[in-house]
């Protein structure tokens, strides 16, 4: 049986286990030995085991039709900045850091998961490639400065929302990119340009299978 995932449902193949991410509701299931129950090819599915094809259908991870979703091709970073931390803030950039803090309040705060990825995917920007310019990674540096003096700093959600929308209202974009990796599971986002991590040490995400970006 060969159907389509639900422009909301991601997958992860991590050896012989299947991760499924659910948007709507961001919520991750893991299923032991479930890459060997179906086949992918971009969006379309096909089904070796029937059971598995009920319990997709029955949770709503599947549709009739393909949708507009993107797929993810999306390397890991090999790369990173180095968790470059700014001896010193520029005023400008301080006042865009501050007003992008109180943005979050609108934002961010009580918002379900999917209200972040439309907003996310809205404000996309010309992707940007190869190397982050000079002013990405000094912005990232000082984003890195005053991050601890700022309250709710929160996890790597919110923090990787706080500097995509900092980046954005500088005219830049990064990729925001969710991995998952298994025994134990553990899910984790950040944001990447090419193939340079911004907010993460590239030699920590290689344990991260990416299943979703935007």
Known sequence: ?????????????IGADLVVLDARSNAYFCLPGGAEGLRIQEDQVTFSDPDLAEAFEAAGFLATAPGTRRSTDMARPTRDLGMAVAERVALGDLALIL?????????????????????????????????????VRRLVAAFERVLPWLPFQGVCLYRAF?????????????????????WPFQA?????????AL????????AFEPIMDI
């Open 188 to 196: 984790h986002c950040w944001l990447q340009i090419g193939d340079t």
């Open 199 to 206: 907010d993460d040490a590239a030699d920590r995400l290689t």
């Open 162 to 182: 706080l500097l995509m929308r900092i980046l954005r209202w500088r005219g830049h974009d990064a990729r925001w990119v969710f991995g998952v990796h298994t």
């Open 1 to 13: 049986m060969s159907v389509f995932l639900a422009p909301t449902t991601f997958l992860a193949q």
């Open 99 to 135: 007003g992008a803090w109180l943005w979050m309040f609108a934002a961010y705060h009580g918002r379900p998961f999917d209200r972040l990825l439309k907003t996310a995917r809205q404000g996309r920007k010309r992707g940007e490639s190869g190397a982050p310019s000079a002013e």
